[in-house]
């Protein structure tokens, strides 16, 4: 079955210390709903963006390692679900309660099925 | 143990049919060397993106196209499970030499915090 990943955005300043009872029930009810619709893959939470490392290739061939987030956005990506879903129109469904739940913009991206010229990389362990 | 999220950077317009054999094969390897470590949890690429926003009257607007409006956006990724962040980091330099590409890492949290 495809995979999706429904990513949600948040602004580079923002608080998850801030989160409203109502919302985090909201999302844990989303993710039960995901669990018992077995569509659920792996999802978590992310620490906010000025926590991030980002390493960049160098033209000598080193890797300079700065901290702070890779792009200079207004808006990083704050946590993610990975859906096992039928199709697109299944994961933009999860995707709109997901905007409902958490508050907040999502993207929803398939993950590439097909590597071209090498065998798959394969999906990871169960997380 | 921690869980990390090691984000690759691609351009725009790149195009992933175009990519170099080597590049492929090397990545590949950096994907074993990961398994066989115990370290890999998940990897992927990802393909076109469509973006909800929602509304003031509660709705959810739906169009194609990535979220941020930048030159660069996430490719793939992995999520692997580090002692710390210095690990996280090791593997994300050989993810910069495989890839050829820029690396983000982020550490992941769980709500509620698993036993």
Redesign the interface.
């Known amino acids: 079955m495809p995979q999706y990943l429904i990513a949600i955005q948040h602004p580079e300043d923002y608080d998850p210390s801030l989160e409203g009872e109502a919302m985090i029930r909201d999302i844990a009810a989303l993710n039960e709903e995901m669990d018992a619709a077995g569509a659920r893959f792996f999802a978590g939470g992310l620490e906010s963006a000025r926590h991030a490392r980002s390493l960049r290739k160098q033209p000598g061939g080193g890797v300079s390692i700065t901290d702070g987030p890779y792009l200079e956005a207004k808006e990083h990506v704050g946590g993610f679900w990975i859906l096992d879903c039928a199709d697109l129109d299944e994961a933009l469904a999860w995707g709109r309660k997901a905007v409902v739940a958490c508050r907040v913009p999502v993207e929803v991206r398939a993950f590439l099925r097909i590597r071209p010229k090498r065998e798959s990389p394969g999906r990871g362990g169960s997380a | 143990m921690p ?1 990390y ?1 090691v ?1 690759g ?1 691609l351009p725009d317009d790149f195009d ?2 175009q ?1 170099d ?1 080597a590049v ?2 090397e ?2 390897a950096l ?1 074993e060397e990961m398994i066989a470590a115990g370290v ?15 509304q003031s009257d ?1 709705g ?1 607007l ?1 169009t194609d196209g ?3 409006e ?1 030159k ?1 956006h ?1 490719g ?1 990724f ?2 692997l499970e580090c002692a710390d ?1 210095d690990e996280a ?1 090791a593997w ?2 050989k ?3 495989a890839t ?12 509620p915090t698993p036993e």
Do not use: D
């Open positions: 869980q999220l984000a950077y992933p049919s990519m054999e492929g094969r990545i590949h994907n890999r949890k998940f990897a992927c690429g990802l393909g076109a993106a469509k973006s909800l926003r929602p509660g959810v739906v990535p979220y941020l930048t660069e996430i793939g992995w999520i962040m980091v994300a330099r993810g910069v030499a050829r590409g820029q690396v983000e890492i982020r550490e992941i949290f769980f709500v």
